[in-house]
């Protein structure tokens, strides 16, 4: 159920470079002045607390017109931009498409750029597609085609993106841009040997390798644990005067060189990784990478020197807390998990049970139902909403501890608030419906399959099967 710390390394990277490529689409718009945005009475302000996809904020531009209020395209163009941070993409669609169909705003090459990712977000690749075939030929330019293979790229649509590419080498185009963006995608696919590729042909037409290039390829090389490979890339990133080093590339690093046991490697990346700590923008995540890393490397000295200069540096919030006790549970220390734990209770943050979750598992894998149902009653009462990873800790637990009725309740509020895609185990799922054909409950049991339907977790062919097992009483 969790996630692996290279994903979340390579998920870092590609969520950071695909918003350096929405961010490049919006280069060459020119800043209003910040008290037109953010003005007490401006149209952000009255736009910004529509938080919910569901509402439409057009009735909100259209009023503000009907006010006798003037709007500018750059002032439009910044309010789609930071919408578009937020991940706000419906209502930064709906603000684009207000621009063209209310104010007759003519679109430029970055406008329609920004529209095609939006639609992307919004309502998938094929509109897109139906979008892009009809633009006017004279706004099809180059920011206009990368926008069109970033979003193949995020549809790991390889053929398509692959062709995009080319129209953009016939069109002359020389910017590092476009290459990472496919190189992110074969790095994603692990089509690693693409990579090479990609880096000789920008070598060879003299096209510029960026900071990205190279992070990607250093994280390819982190992926298959070619500790040869990191070593190349960092030397080549360390010794280019043009490209500045952040700690993401450094954890990346450390992260491939744990993976083939060299620890002591792994240590003198996270010498560097902290050492650019300070400089950074984004200082907390960078100190929860260099926590899970630290505990990778199974120093926990280390890892509590960490903390306290986290702690003494930073405010901590829940990403911080959720850090440290799940590295602390690496090394099984659950009386260190515990006091920090605490001491997150203690900071009356917003309650996240993906916090008490990390002990809960713990409890109930070690047979301590009891501790793990007095941790849920309290996050309860604390105003926090139990998710679906803690319903299946219990069911499981549950399990283990002979309670088959209530691991068969606790599966069941498991289910009723999964997210797409989730599926118990096997095992798991099994006992609960044995426990409930067992009991000749036939009803009981046909309400159970019929939440698994509704959920998604089996299809129509595999519930009626059950059903019909079942009722048969075999």
């Known amino acids: 159920m969790k996630l692996a710390l290279s994903s979340l390394l390579n998920s870092r990277l590609q969520s950071a470079y695909h918003l350096k490529v929405l961010r490049h689409f919006f280069s060459s718009i020119s800043t209003p002045t910040s008290s037109s945005i953010t003005g007490r009475d401006s149209l952000y302000k009255r736009i910004s607390p529509v938080g919910d996809p569901r509402v439409s904020v057009v009735p909100l531009l259209d009023q503000w017109v009907q006010e006798g209020r003037t709007v500018t ?7 789609i931009q930071e919408l578009t941070v937020y991940r706000r993409f419906k209502h930064a669609l709906e603000i684009s498409q207000w621009m063209t169909d209310k104010r007759y705003i003519p679109l430029s090459h970055s406008d329609v750029a920004t529209r095609l990712n939006l639609i992307f977000r919004v309502h998938g690749l094929e509109q897109v597609e139906n979008y892009f075939n009809n633009i006017p030929q004279q706004l099809k330019g180059f ?8 979003c193949y790229a995020r549809a790991k649509s390889a053929e398509k993106a692959e062709a995009v590419m080319q129209k953009l080498r016939d069109m002359g185009y020389r910017m590092p841009m476009s290459y ?20 000789h042909e920008m070598e060879e037409k003299g096209i510029y390798c960026d900071k990205y290039t190279f992070t990607i390829r250093l994280s390819a090389y982190a992926a298959t644990s070619n500790s040869e490979g990191i070593d190349t890339i960092l ?91 799940s590295s602390l549970l690496n090394f099984n220390d659950i009386e260190g998990a515990e006091k920090i734990f605490k001491e997150w209770e203690s900071r ?49 637990g549950y399990i283990e501890d002979n309670q088959v ?24 799922l099994a006992t609960c419906l044995e426990y409930l054909e067992g009991r000749g409950n036939v009803e009981e049991a046909e309400e159970f399959i019929r939440i698994l339907k509704e959920e998604g977790i089996f299809s129509a062919v595999v519930h009626d099967r059950l059903l019909g097992f079942i009722k048969g009483g075999k």
């Open 143 to 150: 920011d206009t085609y990368t926008a069109l293979l970033n």
């Open 348 to 396: 009356g943050l917003s309650y996240d049970f993906r916090i008490p979750n990390f002990l809960i598992d713990v409890y109930c894998r070690n047979g301590l139902i009891g501790k793990a149902e007095a941790l849920l009653n309290m996050g309860i009462a604390k105003g926090g909403n139990p998710i679906v990873d803690t319903w299946y800790y219990f069911a499981g």
């Open 73 to 79: 395209k750059e002032e439009l163009q910044v309010i």
């Open 235 to 325: 030397t080549r990133m360390e010794s280019n005067p043009r490209i500045t080093l952040d700690w993401s590339s450094y954890a990346v690093a450390a992260d491939g060189c744990l993976k083939v046991g060299l620890v002591e490697k792994a240590l003198e990346m996270l010498n560097k990784l902290e050492g650019l700590i300070r400089t950074s923008k984004r200082r907390n995540a960078a100190f929860d990478f260099l926590l899970r890393l630290h505990a990778k490397t199974g120093k926990k000295d280390e890892l509590y020197r960490i903390w306290n200069l986290y702690k003494k540096t930073e405010r901590i919030y829940n990403k911080g807390y959720k850090s440290m006790i």
């Open 180 to 199: 990472n963006i496919l190189m992110n995608l074969y790095c994603q696919m692990g089509r690693w040997e693409k990579l090479d590729t990609l880096m």
């Open 405 to 428: 009725p209530k691991a068969v309740e606790a599966l069941k509020k498991a289910i009723l608030v999964c997210p797409p895609n989730w599926k118990p185990s096997k095992n798991t």
